[in-house]
Protein backbone atom coordinates (compact mmCIF):
# COMPACT_ATOMS: atom_id res chain seq x y z
CA UNK A 1 0.00 0.00 0.00
CA UNK A 2 1.15 3.26 -0.85
CA UNK A 3 1.61 5.74 1.60
CA UNK A 4 0.46 9.51 0.92
CA UNK A 5 2.63 12.10 3.76
CA UNK A 6 0.44 15.65 3.66
CA UNK A 7 2.29 18.48 5.25
CA UNK A 8 -0.39 21.05 5.69
CA UNK A 9 -2.95 18.08 5.78
CA UNK A 10 -5.82 19.51 8.22
CA UNK A 11 -5.92 22.80 5.25
CA UNK A 12 -8.37 22.84 2.61
CA UNK A 13 -6.64 21.44 0.10
CA UNK A 14 -4.86 19.12 2.08
CA UNK A 15 -7.63 17.40 3.47
CA UNK A 16 -9.31 17.16 0.04
CA UNK A 17 -6.33 15.48 -0.82
CA UNK A 18 -6.35 12.82 2.42
CA UNK A 19 -10.11 12.37 1.98
CA UNK A 20 -9.57 11.39 -1.81
CA UNK A 21 -6.97 9.22 -1.50
CA UNK A 22 -8.06 7.43 1.74
CA UNK A 23 -11.10 6.42 -0.41
CA UNK A 24 -8.70 4.99 -2.80
CA UNK A 25 -7.43 2.26 0.02
CA UNK A 26 -3.95 4.39 0.14
CA UNK A 27 -2.51 4.95 3.74
CA UNK A 28 -2.71 8.71 4.42
CA UNK A 29 -0.59 10.71 7.55
CA UNK A 30 -1.69 14.42 7.85
CA UNK A 31 0.94 16.67 9.46
CA UNK A 32 -0.49 19.85 10.55
CA UNK A 33 1.15 22.79 13.76
CA UNK A 34 -1.46 21.90 15.67
CA UNK A 35 -4.29 19.07 16.51
CA UNK A 36 -7.24 19.14 14.38
CA UNK A 37 -10.95 20.12 15.36
CA UNK A 38 -12.12 17.46 13.30
CA UNK A 39 -11.01 14.04 11.51
CA UNK A 40 -11.44 12.51 9.03
CA UNK A 41 -11.79 8.34 9.20
CA UNK A 42 -8.70 6.24 7.79
CA UNK A 43 -6.45 9.62 8.25
CA UNK A 44 -3.69 8.78 10.55
CA UNK A 45 -3.16 12.41 11.99
CA UNK A 46 0.28 13.78 13.74
CA UNK A 47 1.79 17.61 15.12
CA UNK A 48 4.49 19.21 13.66
CA UNK A 49 5.99 21.70 11.48
CA UNK A 50 8.26 20.85 8.13
CA UNK A 51 10.24 23.47 9.67
CA UNK A 52 11.55 21.04 12.06
CA UNK A 53 14.27 19.11 10.72
CA UNK A 54 13.43 16.02 13.16
CA UNK A 55 9.49 16.25 11.66
CA UNK A 56 10.69 16.43 8.26
CA UNK A 57 12.67 13.71 8.10
CA UNK A 58 10.44 11.44 9.76
CA UNK A 59 7.75 12.86 7.26
CA UNK A 60 9.88 12.15 4.26
CA UNK A 61 10.97 8.35 5.35
CA UNK A 62 7.13 7.32 5.78
CA UNK A 63 6.03 8.39 2.41
CA UNK A 64 6.22 7.33 -0.90
CA UNK A 65 4.51 10.66 -1.74
CA UNK A 66 5.18 13.80 -0.13
CA UNK A 67 2.67 16.29 -0.43
CA UNK A 68 3.28 19.95 0.29
CA UNK A 69 -0.32 21.93 1.08
CA UNK A 70 0.54 24.92 3.48
CA UNK A 71 0.60 28.54 2.54
CA UNK A 72 3.31 29.85 0.75
CA UNK A 73 3.86 33.12 2.02
CA UNK A 74 4.15 31.98 5.79
CA UNK A 75 5.43 28.78 7.22
CA UNK A 76 6.32 29.08 10.66
CA UNK A 77 7.28 32.29 9.97
CA UNK A 78 9.17 32.27 6.95
CA UNK A 79 7.95 31.92 3.68
CA UNK A 80 7.61 27.82 1.90
CA UNK A 81 10.70 28.98 -0.82
CA UNK A 82 13.07 28.58 1.94
CA UNK A 83 12.42 25.53 2.53
CA UNK A 84 11.88 24.10 -0.78
CA UNK A 85 15.91 23.01 -0.66
CA UNK A 86 15.64 21.03 2.96
CA UNK A 87 11.58 19.71 1.25
CA UNK A 88 14.08 18.46 -1.74
CA UNK A 89 16.87 16.92 0.02
CA UNK A 90 14.24 15.28 2.30
CA UNK A 91 13.01 13.66 -0.38
CA UNK A 92 15.89 12.31 -2.64
CA UNK A 93 17.23 10.85 0.48
CA UNK A 94 14.59 9.07 1.21
CA UNK A 95 13.03 7.97 -2.33
CA UNK A 96 9.48 9.98 -2.13
CA UNK A 97 8.17 11.99 -4.43
CA UNK A 98 7.87 15.35 -3.71
CA UNK A 99 4.94 17.46 -4.93
CA UNK A 100 2.78 21.16 -3.93
CA UNK A 101 -0.71 22.48 -4.32
CA UNK A 102 0.23 25.49 -5.70
CA UNK A 103 -1.56 28.68 -6.55
CA UNK A 104 -3.31 30.45 -9.55
CA UNK A 105 -1.53 33.40 -10.13
CA UNK A 106 1.74 31.85 -11.90
CA UNK A 107 -0.97 30.92 -14.34
CA UNK A 108 -1.14 32.86 -18.32
CA UNK A 109 -4.84 33.66 -18.71
CA UNK A 110 -3.70 33.35 -22.73
CA UNK A 111 -1.82 31.57 -24.93
CA UNK A 112 1.39 34.38 -24.63
CA UNK A 113 -0.66 36.17 -21.83
CA UNK A 114 0.36 37.90 -18.65
CA UNK A 115 0.42 35.60 -15.93
CA UNK A 116 -3.02 35.87 -13.79
CA UNK A 117 -1.58 37.32 -11.03
CA UNK A 118 -0.38 40.35 -12.93
CA UNK A 119 -3.81 41.66 -14.84
CA UNK A 120 -5.29 44.51 -13.43
CA UNK A 121 -8.28 42.78 -12.01
CA UNK A 122 -5.64 40.21 -9.68
CA UNK A 123 -7.29 40.86 -6.34
CA UNK A 124 -4.68 43.04 -4.66
CA UNK A 125 -4.94 41.01 -1.19
CA UNK A 126 -4.30 37.18 -2.98
CA UNK A 127 -1.23 38.73 -4.30
CA UNK A 128 1.65 38.41 -1.47
CA UNK A 129 0.60 34.67 -1.39
CA UNK A 130 0.25 34.08 -5.14
CA UNK A 131 3.99 35.56 -5.30
CA UNK A 132 4.94 33.32 -2.78
CA UNK A 133 3.61 30.46 -4.39
CA UNK A 134 5.63 32.13 -7.37
CA UNK A 135 9.02 31.39 -5.66
CA UNK A 136 8.17 28.20 -5.05
CA UNK A 137 7.33 26.84 -8.79
CA UNK A 138 10.58 28.68 -9.41
CA UNK A 139 13.13 26.95 -7.27
CA UNK A 140 11.16 23.32 -7.84
CA UNK A 141 11.67 24.14 -11.52
CA UNK A 142 15.65 23.58 -10.27
CA UNK A 143 15.96 21.08 -7.98
CA UNK A 144 18.39 18.33 -8.80
CA UNK A 145 17.31 15.35 -11.78
CA UNK A 146 16.82 12.67 -9.58
CA UNK A 147 13.59 14.40 -7.72
CA UNK A 148 10.71 12.98 -8.80
CA UNK A 149 8.41 15.76 -8.71
CA UNK A 150 5.30 17.34 -9.75
CA UNK A 151 3.02 20.83 -9.00
CA UNK A 152 -0.70 21.28 -9.32
CA UNK A 153 -2.00 24.71 -9.74
CA UNK A 154 -5.81 24.82 -9.15
CA UNK A 155 -8.41 26.86 -11.39
CA UNK A 156 -8.71 30.71 -10.52
CA UNK A 157 -11.41 30.56 -8.15
CA UNK A 158 -10.58 27.70 -5.53
CA UNK A 159 -10.49 27.89 -1.93
CA UNK A 160 -13.13 27.20 1.14
CA UNK A 161 -14.76 30.47 0.79
CA UNK A 162 -15.93 28.38 -2.82
CA UNK A 163 -16.04 25.14 -2.49
CA UNK A 164 -17.60 24.48 -5.50
CA UNK A 165 -19.66 22.09 -6.77
CA UNK A 166 -18.26 18.08 -6.89
CA UNK A 167 -19.07 17.12 -10.50
CA UNK A 168 -15.83 14.13 -10.45
CA UNK A 169 -14.81 15.64 -13.50
CA UNK A 170 -12.27 18.33 -14.47
CA UNK A 171 -9.97 19.25 -17.42
CA UNK A 172 -6.08 19.98 -17.29
CA UNK A 173 -3.85 22.18 -18.49
CA UNK A 174 0.06 22.93 -18.37
CA UNK A 175 0.52 26.81 -18.11
CA UNK A 176 -2.46 28.47 -18.68
CA UNK A 177 -5.81 29.00 -17.18
CA UNK A 178 -8.74 26.56 -17.62
CA UNK A 179 -11.71 28.82 -18.37
CA UNK A 180 -15.36 27.46 -19.08
CA UNK A 181 -17.21 28.72 -22.08
CA UNK A 182 -19.04 31.09 -19.39
CA UNK A 183 -14.87 32.89 -19.17
CA UNK A 184 -15.08 31.45 -15.25
CA UNK A 185 -12.20 29.55 -13.71
CA UNK A 186 -12.97 27.08 -10.86
CA UNK A 187 -12.66 23.97 -9.49
CA UNK A 188 -14.28 22.62 -6.28
CA UNK A 189 -11.81 20.68 -3.55
CA UNK A 190 -12.78 17.67 -3.92
CA UNK A 191 -12.50 17.44 -7.90
CA UNK A 192 -9.25 18.90 -7.32
CA UNK A 193 -8.01 16.37 -4.94
CA UNK A 194 -9.25 14.05 -7.52
CA UNK A 195 -6.76 15.21 -9.92
CA UNK A 196 -4.09 15.24 -7.19
CA UNK A 197 -4.58 11.66 -6.63
CA UNK A 198 -5.40 10.80 -10.07
CA UNK A 199 -1.82 12.09 -10.82
CA UNK A 200 -0.16 10.54 -7.79
CA UNK A 201 -1.75 6.97 -9.03
CA UNK A 202 -0.50 7.49 -12.77
CA UNK A 203 2.36 9.75 -12.76
CA UNK A 204 1.49 11.50 -15.69
CA UNK A 205 3.11 14.77 -15.91
CA UNK A 206 6.54 14.16 -14.23
CA UNK A 207 8.62 17.16 -12.81
CA UNK A 208 6.00 19.67 -14.09
CA UNK A 209 3.18 22.16 -12.80
CA UNK A 210 0.08 21.43 -14.54
CA UNK A 211 -3.04 23.16 -13.59
CA UNK A 212 -7.04 21.37 -13.23
CA UNK A 213 -10.28 23.31 -13.70
CA UNK A 214 -13.87 22.79 -14.54
Not at 39 to 47: A, I, L, P, Q
Not at 115 to 138: G, I, N, Q, S
Not at 171 to 185: A, F, T
Request: glycine share 12%.
Amino acid sequence: MSTIVILGGTGYAGGSIAREAVSRGLRVISYSRSEPSERSEGVEYRTGSLTDDTVLARAAADADDLVVATHGQDVGGSPLVDHVDRLVRAAIEHGARLSFVGGAGTLHVAKGGPRLVDTPDFHEDWKPEALAHAKVLDAIREAPAELDWFYVSPAALFGSFAPGETTGEYRLGIDELVVKDDGSSEISGTDYAKAYVDEIERGDHPRQRFTVGH
